[in-house]
Nanobody, 122 residues
Framework: QVHFVESGGGLVQPGGSLRLSCATSRSIFSIYVMGWYRQAPGKQRELVAHITGGGSTNYADSVKGRFTISRDNAKNTVYLQMDSLKPEDTAVYYC????????????????WGQGTQVTVSS
């Protein structure tokens, strides 16, 4: 089981920015499709963005144009740059990854990390 550790969350005002990081010690990270997910109180976890090992990206409509996912395979780390944050972006953010893109798109994982809390409020 590959483990990922999320960091970088916090409290930010609407319109502000945050950069989340997700790291693993596993060397096969470079071939994983990586996803950022979020779960707001009372809602199901949703896929926010994902990135292939080659760098192809895809975003949920709700964050398109505001969030940017990227990865540094040398550091076994994936990032989520979040700009123009809105109160509705408030959630716990998680990362996870798999060899198969369809499992990342479905959020089909046996375990999740603790996530990092993002709160957007004035």
């Amino acid at each position: 089981q590959v483990h990922f550790v999320e960091s970088g969350g916090g409290l930010v005002q609407p319109g502000g920015s945050l950069r989340l990081s997700c790291a693993t010690s596993r060397s096969i990270f470079s071939i994983y499709v990586m996803g950022w997910y979020r779960q707001a109180p009372g809602k199901q976890r949703e896929l926010v963005a994902h990135i292939t090992g080659g760098g192809s990206t895809n975003y949920a409509d709700s964050v398109k144009g505001r969030f940017t996912i990227s990865r540094d395979n040398a550091k076994n780390t994936v990032y989520l740059q979040m700009d123009s944050l809105k109160p509705e972006d408030t959630a716990v953010y998680y990362c996870n990854g798999e060899l198969l893109a369809k499992k990342v798109q479905a959020g089909d994982f046996g375990s999740w990390g603790q996530g990092t809390q993002v709160t957007v409020s004035s």
